[in-house]
């Protein structure tokens, strides 16, 4: 889920013939949408787990261990059984399986990966789901800020000469522009 950004239960139903690690995918088929069904490629991690897991005569990635010929079930039973054990030992866990897959998403946008390339990969037909599950970090947003401010002072340098109107202010008379032009 961190490596690829793939939702817990597109892991889970993961079937052997869905990995090609002869091209380094993932197919992911088995979607609550169109846009879910998708081609992930791997990263050099996930490739090296997927080998291992590979191995075995279960069609399955992740087979069950209760029940033979099929896949492993939800996830969130096994989190829930440590939250509830580490609770006894007065241990809080604030972490969800999912948190993983919002990783992803905080990792690769501030690896510069585009928001509908993103989108893509997480399997979202829109944008407008991307802003709960990315999460950029305070040295991120500076960061971005400081690009932001060089590309605008290279913008400044090409563009001397050349005189920005405000739009509230284009074709009224009474207000001039650099020169004492009408804007």
């Given at each position: ?35 879910s ?8 991690e ?19 261990a209760?029940?033979?010929?099929d896949?492993?079930?939800r ?9 509830r ?22 990792l ?45 002072k ?26 004492g032009?009408?804007?």
């Open positions: 889920m961190l490596n690829q950004g793939m939702r817990p239960e597109e892991v889970t139903v993961l079937p052997k013939e869905d990995v090609d690690l002869d091209r380094g995918v993932i197919h992911v088929r088995k979607g609550k949408s169109l846009a069904k998708r081609t992930l490629d791997m990263t050099s996930s490739r090296q787990i997927l080998e291992r897991r590979m191995e075995g005569d279960s069609p399955w990635i992740f087979p069950s209760r029940k033979h010929g896949h492993i079930g996830i969130n039973s096994a989190h829930d059984s440590i939250v054990e580490a609770a006894k030992a007065s241990i809080t866990i604030k972490f969800v399986p999912y948190d993983f897959r919002h990783t992803f998403a905080t690769a946008a501030e690896a510069g990966i585009s928001l509908p390339t993103l989108a893509a990969l997480l399997g979202h037909g829109s944008l407008r789901i991307l802003h709960k599950y990315v999460h950029p970090s305070a040295e991120n947003k500076k960061a971005a800020m400081a690009r932001y401010d060089k590309a605008l290279e913008a400044g340098k090409k563009a001397k000469g050349i005189h920005f109107v405000a739009p509230s202010s284009l074709n009224n008379p009474d207000i001039k522009d650099a020169e032009e009408s804007a």
